[in-house]
């Protein structure tokens, strides 16, 4: 096992934090929004309805839209915001505890594992694609990525060498494995939905 060393983390995890932060921040506040005006009016005309397969309101009147009993959205403000904070206190030079950055992993995990089962309920389940949903998606993925193996390369985490090692090698194709992922769901997408054709 190799022991737990400090780490400030590099200038590329710090700007996926802001950066996603920021992003993922801005479709949560949209979406809250989106929300409170379809709970107001239920008629209401949303500005990201584009048509019957994108557009938002069916994710948002949806049990999916709300699995812990309140709006879904309500936890991306919560969370995306701890996400600015973090990249916020790292640019300023900051230094994390090892704990911290294993519960911040966990934390990403568990948002990443979210975003996949909003991926297949959207797709497979409700048949519609959410544009505010999906820029959070776009936002999940890299934060999900960078976060794990830079804790991992670090050795903020007891790990063993081997996996410190592969994890190192595996953050230098973090930009190719996200791009896999976002061509992923627009496969699915593409063959569930058949995008092209209600878009022609």
Not at 57 to 76: D, W, Y
Not at 172 to 192: D, S
């Amino acid at each position: 096992m190799v022991p737990v060393a400090s780490h400030r983390a590099p200038i590329t995890v710090v700007v996926t934090l802001l950066v996603t932060g920021a992003v993922g921040l801005t479709a949560s506040l949209a979406l809250t929004l989106d929300k409170f005006a379809l709970l107001a009016d239920p008629n209401t005309p949303l500005s990201c309805n584009f048509s019957a397969l994108v557009s938002c309101s069916t994710n948002l009147n949806s049990e999916q839209g709300a699995i812990f009993g309140f709006p879904n959205s309500l936890l991306g403000l919560m969370f995306w915001s701890a996400v600015i904070v973090v990249g916020v206190g790292l640019l300023a030079g900051g230094h994390f505890a090892p704990w911290f950055w294993g519960l911040f992993s966990l934390g990403s995990a568990a948002a990443f594992g979210l975003v996949v089962w909003f991926i297949g309920q959207s797709i497979f389940v409700l048949g519609v694609l959410c544009p505010w949903c999906m820029v959070t998606w776009t936002a999940t993925i890299p934060l999900f990525l960078v976060v794990v193996f830079d804790t991992l390369r670090a050795a903020e985490v007891p790990i063993p060498q081997p996996v410190r090692r592969a994890a190192a090698t595996a953050f230098n194709w973090i930009p190719l494995v996200t791009f896999a992922a976002y061509l992923l769901i627009a496969v699915l997408a593409q063959w569930r939905l058949d995008l092209f054709a209600a878009l022609g």
